[in-house]
Nanobody
Framework: QVQLVESGGGSVQAGGSLTLSCEASAITASTYCMAWFRQAPGKEREGVAVIDNGGSTDYDDSVEGRFTISRDNAKNTLYLQMTSLNPEDTAMYYC??????????????????????WGLGTQVTVSS
């Protein structure tokens, strides 16, 4: 059974940095895309960054150049390095694993085909 456990959230001041981690179990790297989503109070959940099973990455425009997604397949761990944080980044951040059944097109923020699994989230709060 797929399980995802996020960690690394916290409170920082604007301009600061945080690195989120997501430990995954029962994942085969070659068949899963991994992603970070976030949800701010009163807003819908939105995709932040994606890394597909081939290692290609995609980012939402709001975090491009500030956030870096990576994965360590040997450790089954997903990371999100966040720099130059601003108050608009305040949200609950969720790790997602997407089991693919079709291949040939890389996963992106707007293309995550398959079965989705979610972690419980980790809170990030950025103060001005």
């Amino acid at each position: 059974q797929v399980q995802l456990v996020e960690s690394g959230g916290g409170s920082v001041q604007a301009g600061g940095s945080l690195t989120l981690s997501c430990e995954a179990s029962a994942i085969t790297a070659s068949t899963y895309c991994m992603a970070w989503f976030r949800q701010a109070p009163g807003k819908e959940r939105e995709g932040v960054a994606v890394i597909d099973n081939g290692g290609s990455t995609d980012y939402d425009d709001s975090v491009e150049g500030r956030f870096t997604i990576s994965r360590d397949n040997a450790k089954n761990t997903l990371y999100l390095q966040m720099t130059s944080l601003n108050p608009e980044d305040t949200a609950m951040y969720y790790c997602a694993a997407v089991r693919r059944f079709t291949f040939g097109r890389r996963c992106t923020i707007n293309y995550l085909p398959g079965t989705h699994y979610w972690g419980l989230g980790t809170q990030v709060t950025v103060s001005s």
